[in-house]
């Protein structure tokens, strides 16, 4: 007996060997059959759909949970336009903490303020509190006097501080518990969940730049122990977790996380994916790493995490370990350092089925193209980063390069893989959105960014499930609606494929099962 047949419905498997289907059965939490395979079939629960749209579930692989769930928790500055707005935001939170606090705030953005906040400002409203308000970006950071005294390397007197700065001055935060983080994870997958998401990679734990507490992935293993974990989770582990170890030579590890556990470990609901390796910044906070400066007058060609020399030798030992790699990349030079180690890498080495992946590649040269074809290399972009920052971008980096941004085009003609993901918090989650951004190149304000760059429906569909679970190492359970795979679907009220573009994004997402269960 079946344990759910759903009818009526309109089936798109994103399987070329069966494209369509009515009616669907799922036994066990597996996809057992479709259409006559199943038709007439006792079932426990059947679900007339009354010609809804079924698709596998949307795989976001590239995906901050703790992160977004602290982040909503926390108070928010990210709707004020005026400097003493904020400030206004920081007092009132001031006023309701005990002495000596640590009060997180999110949504930091000096670009949309009449004048940057200053260390100075900070202090006059917080009363001896540490104050820390989180960049939009993720990238930077801005705290007052109290936080800098507790990291008086750090620098930058004015308070606003990115990268490794940011990454010093977090490291003097007392650790989040695991029961808070366990919260904040079951937070965010519930909208992950709302929005049709299935499946995602968490993009670093265990790091020094982002890293909640050195036992970050315990909060994953107690939400999921606990029933908090309603999504299929990769956990990609920063590479600054990474130590030295003394194996045999012939396993060629020189460094590992403890146990020597890498890509693979795990099943069913959680499980570890790629090494992330950061090799430069972000757009926002004009870190990202460029060849040619940004066209805002400052001069600045942002930057790289660490030497070129050093980002190799730890992308080499990753692949050497046999680890899939996720090096973050945005701004071209970094894309030029990720390219010359993964080849290097792979000239020690060959692995052809590693899948490396280069994480946002956010600005890519015509040039920089066929390298990613040639090391088989996937592309992990944001589409919404363009659909809400796009302006922006394309501003800060001038018309000679705009239409480089976030490329989806001219990925595919050069037969490179194309995986759509988030980066949420950082930008809207929702994958409908951003296939919509991929279809017209449109950002907020209407302005279109590399016409060129437009994909096609069915290439966005592929890019949020087939290519992306490809790119986690998933293809064989999740991905497409195939007999034997896992009944990870979301019931769409509309077929993407035939609304205009313009409504995709207003599609309502229904249901949502995982495992076949549509139960929170």
Known sequence: MLDTRITNARVLTMDPARPTARELGVWHGRIVGLDEEVAGLPARRTLDLDGAVVLPGFIDPHVHLTWTGLKAAAPSVAPCQRADDVLRVVAQAVAGSPEGAWLDFGGYDQRTLDRPVTAADLDAVSAGRKVFLGHLSG?????????????????????????????????????????????????????????????????????????????????????????????????MVAADALHPVTAAPEDTTSRAIDLGLRTGF??????????????????????????????????????????????????????????????????????????????????????????????????????????FAALGVTAVVQPSFLRHYGDDYATV????????????????????????????????????????????????????IGPAEAVTVDEALRAYTTDAARACHWESETGSLTPGRRADLVVLGDDPRRVEPSKIGDIEVLRTFLDGDDRL
């Open 397 to 448: 980096l001038g018309a000679d390069r705009a239409d480089w941004l976030y490329r989806g085009r001219a990925f595919l003609d050069h037969g490179v893989p194309l995986v759509a993901s988030s980066d949420r918090p950082v930008a809207d989650g929702a994958p409908l959105r951003a296939i919509q951004f991929m279809v017209e190149r449109a950002s907020l304000s209407g302005r279109i």
């Open 266 to 371: 795990g099943e069913g609901r959680l499980s570890l994916g790629a090494l992330k390796v950061f090799t430069d910044g972000g757009m926002m906070a004009r870190t990202a790493a460029l060849t040619a400066p940004y066209s805002d007058g400052s001069g600045s060609s942002g930057e790289l995490q660490d030497t070129p020399e050093a980002l190799t030798e730890t992308i080499v030992a990753g692949h050497l370990a046999g680890w899939q790699l996720a090096v973050h990349a945005i701004g071209d030079r970094a894309v030029d350092v990720a390219l010359d180690a993964l080849e290097t890498a792979q000239r020690r080495a060959p692995r052809p089925d590693a899948r490396h992946r280069v994480e946002h590649a956010g600005l890519v040269r015509p040039d920089q193209l066929p390298r």
């Open 139 to 235: 990238h930077a950071c801005l705290v007052n006097s109290a936080v800098l005294e507790g990291a008086p390397a750090v620098g930058r007197p004015d308070g606003f501080l990115a990268e490794g700065a940011m990454g010093a001055a977090l490291r003097t935060r007392p650790p989040h518990s695991l029961a808070e983080l366990a919260g904040a994870i079951e937070r965010a997958a519930l909208t992950c969940r709302a929005e049709g998401i299935t499946a995602c990679a968490e993009a670093g734990v265990g790091g020094r730049l982002f890293g909640r507490t050195p036992v970050e992935a315990a909060a994953y293993q107690r939400a999921h122990e606990t029933g908090r974990l309603p999504l299929r989770v990769r956990l």
